[in-house]
């Protein structure tokens, strides 16, 4: 049987940095407390510069190391390393290119053809 401990001990992030889009909440959050937890340091982004920043706060606040901007993380993820490369403070703790990268981000509007 795996227990959370041995599973954790697995897991580990550190030295590791982690771009997830649409983590201002849901399941984009819950991936970048994560991720953070294990040990990465995590660019939280979302549509909603408020909410990303609200849950990268969150994720500092217990003990983890995050910052935030707000982007439309509906764009390739070619697209998304370059946008984060534009923000060197959020990347001020490692080499400045995730080394994991989560797209949570999705559309709730029709593409148009």
């Known amino acids: 049987?795996?227990?959370?401990?041995?599973?954790?001990?697995?897991f580990r992030l550190d030295g590791r940095s982690a771009l997830v889009t649409g983590a201002g909440s849901g399941v984009g959050a819950a991936v970048a407390e994560a991720f953070?937890?294990?040990?990465?340091?995590?660019l939280v982004t979302d549509i909603?510069?408020?909410?990303?920043g609200s849950a990268a706060a969150a994720i500092n606040a217990a003990a983890g190391?995050?910052?935030?901007?707000?982007?439309?993380g509906r764009r390739s993820p070619?697209?998304?390393?370059?946008?984060a490369r534009?923000?060197?403070?959020?990347?001020r703790f490692h080499s400045g290119r995730p080394w994991i990268s989560v797209g949570s981000a999705w559309r709730t509007d029709s593409p148009s053809s």
């Open 78 to 83: 070619g697209e998304l390393s370059q946008i």
């Open 1 to 10: 049987m795996i227990t959370s401990q041995l599973l954790a001990a697995a």
């Open 86 to 91: 534009r923000f060197p403070s959020a990347w």
């Open 36 to 42: 953070a937890a294990a040990g990465a340091a995590v």
């Open 65 to 72: 190391r995050a910052d935030a901007c707000g982007i439309d």
């Open 48 to 52: 909603d510069a408020a909410a990303a």
